[in-house]
């Protein structure tokens, strides 16, 4: 079974924080992470890499019958470590977000790593909060996350934000039209490579905002490769799951891909160029993302917007 605050045991860990400084920092405590999306594909990869690695592991999941079975699993093959937990999370619901962060405060915990690895691709049209889903999970709830534990993260933390190669098929930026509200006008592609944009305009945005408090804290993002065995496919017609099965052996595997998550959650693999915040990588190789990506006026639009909609401070003011 996985561990309630009250057995919370703190372990000596190693932490490279890459070639920024050249250097590894030695902590007298457990380094934590938080996973969203960990009961299964690759969140539940990269939760059991993390906890193999003597992180203090946070399974964020809204169905907690399939995070028990990851939390077991990884609890199995992890002797030496037994912090990993489980706690509940809806990104679709901003109640659900919040308390969830009200629940890690108890913790009294700080947060080393956040991986917002969740994510829904063209499901049916819903409006969960009064938005389209893939802007609700996949952008506004981890935008909502990562600002309510903004003062739970350490000196050099690191943000992990999930985007895709899809954003190259996204619409013009127009942030008066982040959400779809009618079943009529809903391209759920379209959407999905929209919501996969804010997430790299979210990314930049918020290492902009870090960099200008002279903070350490940095945030990436990366297309994790397309990996025809997760789940985040479910909804796709049958044809193109099929496609998805032909095209097999040229995806990319889960473990090359939960890899690539968690060479930059880590940050200790020499071979990762120099990062200051905000990189965009493409598996693992650092590129740059399409033009409108780049513009640091759409990040100022879509953070403040968020803000917005979330109904919480803007910290970037």
């Known amino acids: 079974m996985g561990l309630d605050e009250n057995e919370i045991i703190n372990n000596d860990c190693n932490i490279g924080n890459d070639n920024n400084n050249n250097s590894n ?188 408090n002279n903070s350490k804290i940095i945030a990436l993002s990366l297309h994790p490769g397309v990996i025809s065995t997760t789940n985040l496919f479910k909804n796709i017609p049958n044809y193109i799951k099929l496609l998805l099965t032909i095209s097999k052996p040229f995806t990319t595997t889960i473990n090359t891909a939960s890899t690539a998550i968690y060479r930059l959650a880590v940050g200790a693999d020499p071979e990762l160029p120099l990062l200051t915040g905000g990189e965009y990588f493409n598996i693992n190789v650092l590129v740059d993302p399409i033009p409108q990506a780049l513009s640091q006026e759409n990040w100022r639009l879509l953070w403040a917007k968020s803000c917005e909609y979330c109904k919480i401070d803007d910290i970037g003011k």
């Open 25 to 212: 920092i030695i902590l007298n405590r457990q380094l934590v992470v938080i996973v969203t999306g960990s009961s299964d594909g690759l969140g539940k990869v990269v939760s059991g890499m993390l906890a193999k690695t003597n992180y203090f592991v946070i399974l964020a999941n809204r169905d907690l019958i399939k995070a028990k079975l990851v939390l077991d699993e990884i609890l199995s093959t992890t002797p030496n470590n037994k912090n990993v937990i489980s706690m509940k999370l809806d990104l679709s619901s901003f109640d659900s977000i919040k308390e969830f962060v009200n629940q890690f405060e108890k913790l009294n915990l700080q947060l080393d790593v956040l991986i917002n690895n969740a994510g829904i691709y063209t499901p049916p049209f819903s409006l969960p909060e009064g938005f389209e889903s893939q802007l609700m999970v996949n952008h506004l709830g981890p935008f909502l996350l990562t600002n309510l534990l903004i003062n739970k993260f350490t000196e050099n933390a690191r943000i992990i934000n999930l985007s895709s190669i899809a954003h190259k098929n996204s619409e013009i930026f127009n942030v008066e039209d982040l959400s779809c509200k009618s079943i009529d006008s809903y391209n759920a592609i379209k959407r999905y490579s929209n919501s996969k944009l804010y997430a790299i305009l979210f990314t930049k945005e918020l290492n902009r905002i870090f960099k200008k």
